[in-house]
């Protein structure tokens, strides 16, 4: 659709209009024209010039359903009422019924003195189209959002995202996607923190740029009540919490249990007060504590020196807490996981980066998400020519057995810092990778997309290994080619540089070209390299793209 946009260049609402009515089977094929006629590469005709009136804002192509009934209205003297049932009988694609239509409106046509080739051509026309047909009214109303939409987006991109994040709070996978595009368009969204959060998403400034603060609204167990608290008492505090034991002190004990602190904690929201393993550790004694000193104030029994008269020192960033260990990163982020929906300080496929750059055909969870199926209808049987790589933590496995022979088989989801995708395991792979599928790290599994027009669509899967396991085989060499006439001798340092800071087993053949006069290609002594990506994209990035080529 975004191609389709650059291409037409709409300039109106009834242009988007048009487009989104278009943007669907059937109609679809017209696009190319569509564009065509409206910079004048082609030619807008009307099959009757009766028709100009009612085609010329779509430039002589049936759109709307409600063209359809005005064509028959103007055409075959069709009432509305009969109009509407001509616009039914196409939606249903009934046989009987349009040979029904066909007959009344060819006879209504001919007695007005329209050309019979002609009016059969245009119901033919009708009826291609409105078996996929838009009614002009529900175009209307989705492009004039979709322009409110990507105006906001595109002028306060952090307050839009900061709305749309707070509106699919609820919507774990959602919120995952939306996260992911904040930071492909360099927006960063920053952990829930009890000192500058609300209970929305919200837009701030950083000394880094623009950013999202996430809100508290969306961390499992902390509910409207607790939010307020929270906010009341950071404002009693002056603004900012000193320690975890004056948190404790002064939010509302009757509203914040020891099950929502524990979630603040594991959703990281109360990191600027300690680590979250201490934190965790001193949960018990924190609230004993606090509530026996908001008791004794309620009762105005204040110590003469302060409510903690036994309370550790209130030191900052967690000095005062208890001596144990933090939490491991993969604990960490299971908490996370639990309380939030998602992952947001980091991610299990983080440390797999380097080696899924290198693992060229693995692609994301959103990009599987938007391939079409080869199959309609998903089912064991697919084409391992069709299968993809994708990357990701399994969730939610669940053994089944089919109805008609009772024979094993499993369904899960996979996520990646992308989103989420359904998987199935039919009962022939079932056999051969049922421990493989109970494994809970990351990682590489292979399958193919299945789905059909009703379902959502899924990875049929066929192989999964953990991506520990996973080897990268890297290129035998690489061949790099210098231009000699743009080469400086900074660039070729800088080459050298390159090579000596990533030995490795891959050789290196330079390939020193002078247009016009020579080309040679040398292997220089005692120099190899690791060639991977992040490698080669560096070579690219001094010499010009295009200029290395891997080898072997």
């Given at each position: 659709m975004r191609d389709v946009l650059r291409r037409y260049k709409p300039d109106t609402v009834e242009e988007l209009t048009a487009l989104n009515a278009l943007f669907r089977p059937g109609p679809m094929a017209m696009i190319d024209d569509f564009i065509e006629r409206k910079w004048g590469?082609?030619?807008?005709?009307?099959?009757?010039?009766?028709?100009?009136?009612?085609l010329k804002d779509s430039l002589g192509v049936i759109?709307?359903?409600?063209?359809?009934?005005?064509?028959?209205?103007?055409?075959?003297?069709?009432?509305?009422?009969?109009?509407?049932?001509?616009?039914?009988?196409?939606?249903?694609?009934?046989?009987?019924?349009?040979?029904?239509?066909?007959?009344?409106?060819?006879?209504?046509?001919?007695?007005?003195?329209?050309?019979?080739?002609?009016?059969?051509?245009?119901?033919?026309?009708?009826?291609?189209?409105?078996?996929?047909?838009?009614?002009?009214?529900?175009?209307?109303?989705?492009?004039?959002?979709?322009?409110?939409?990507?105006?906001?987006?595109?002028?306060?991109?952090?307050?839009?995202?900061?709305?749309?994040?707070?509106?699919?709070?609820?919507?774990?996978?959602?919120?995952?996607?939306?996260?992911?595009?904040?930071?492909?368009?360099?927006?960063?969204?920053?952990?829930?923190?009890?000192?500058?959060?609300?209970?929305?998403?919200?837009?701030?400034?950083?000394?880094?740029?623009?950013?999202?603060?996430?809100?508290?609204?969306?961390?499992?167990?902390?509910?409207?009540?607790?939010?307020?608290?929270?906010?009341?008492?950071?404002?009693?505090?002056?603004?900012?919490?000193?320690?975890?034991?004056?948190f404790c002190e002064k939010v509302d004990l009757r509203v914040m249990n020891t099950r929502v602190i524990q979630s603040l904690i594991k959703a990281g929201a109360l990191d600027s007060l300690g680590k979250r393993g201490p934190l965790m550790a001193a949960v018990d004694k924190a609230m004993e504590r606090a509530q026996k000193a908001q008791k004794d104030a309620a009762q105005g029994q204040t110590g003469l020196f302060g409510l903690f008269d036994e309370a550790p020192a209130r030191g900052h960033g967690g000095d005062d807490l208890p001596h144990v260990a933090d939490w491991e990163e993969g604990v960490r982020l299971a908490n996370e996981k639990e309380v939030l929906g998602f992952?947001?300080?980091?991610?299990?496929?983080?440390?797999?980066?380097?080696?899924?750059?290198?693992?060229?055909?693995?692609?994301?969870?959103?990009?599987?998400?938007?391939?079409?199926?080869?199959?309609?209808?998903?089912?064991?049987?697919?084409d391992p020519g069709d299968e993809i790589q994708v990357a990701g933590i399994m969730h939610g496995?669940?053994?089944?057995?089919?109805?008609?022979?009772?024979?094993?088989?499993?369904?899960?989801?996979?996520?990646?810092?992308?989103?989420?995708?359904?998987?199935?395991?039919?009962?022939?792979?079932?056999?051969?990778?049922?421990?493989?599928?109970?494994?809970?790290?990351?990682?590489?599994?292979?399958g193919a997309l299945s789905g059909d027009e009703d379902a959502a669509v899924k990875i049929a899967v066929s192989s999964v290994q953990a991506l520990e396991d996973v080897q990268v085989r890297l290129p035998a060499g690489v061949r790099i080619r210098v231009n000699l006439e743009l080469a400086t001798e900074e660039m070729l340092t800088e080459l050298k540089s390159a090579a000596d800071a990533a030995p490795g087993p891959g050789k290196i053949l330079l390939h020193l070209e002078k247009k016009g006069e020579y080309s040679v290609i040398l292997e220089p002594e005692g120099m190899s390299v690791t060639a991977d990506r992040g490698w080669l994209e560096r070579v690219e990035e001094l010499l010009g793209k295009g200029a290395v080529q891997p080898v072997g």
């Open positions: 590469r082609r030619k807008v005709e009307f099959i009757l010039p009766e028709l100009e009136g009612l759109v709307y359903q409600e063209q359809v009934m005005q064509i028959a209205q103007l055409l075959a003297s069709y009432s509305l009422g009969e109009a509407d049932l001509l616009r039914r009988a196409m939606g249903k694609k009934s046989k009987e019924g349009m040979a029904k239509q066909k007959d009344r409106f060819l006879s209504g046509a001919e007695k007005l003195g329209h050309n019979k080739n002609a009016v059969s051509e245009i119901f033919e026309q009708m009826a291609k189209f409105s078996e996929y047909g838009f009614n002009k009214s529900h175009s209307a109303a989705y492009a004039l959002v979709a322009y409110q939409t990507a105006f906001l987006k595109t002028h306060y991109p952090v307050e839009f995202m900061a709305a749309l994040l707070t509106s699919e709070t609820s919507k774990p996978e959602s919120v995952v996607k939306y996260i992911g595009e904040c930071r492909e368009i360099g927006i960063a969204v920053e952990p829930p923190d009890v000192q500058v959060s609300g209970a929305q998403f919200t837009p701030h400034v950083t000394p880094e740029g623009q950013a999202i603060r996430f809100g508290l609204a969306a961390i499992k167990n902390v509910g409207g009540n607790a939010i307020e608290s929270i906010l009341t008492a950071r404002q009693e505090a002056g603004g900012r919490f000193k320690s975890f034991w004056e992952f947001v300080s980091g991610h299990p496929l983080d440390k797999y980066a380097e080696k899924l750059r290198n693992l060229t055909s693995v692609i994301t969870v959103a990009e599987a998400l938007e391939r079409k199926p080869q199959e309609r209808r998903w089912g064991p049987q697919h496995l669940r053994v089944l057995k089919t109805r008609r022979d009772q024979k094993l088989y499993a369904q899960a989801s996979l996520e990646d810092a992308s989103g989420r995708i359904d998987l199935i395991c039919f009962p022939r792979d079932y056999e051969r990778l049922a421990d493989s599928l109970k494994i809970e790290v990351p990682v590489l599994l292979r």
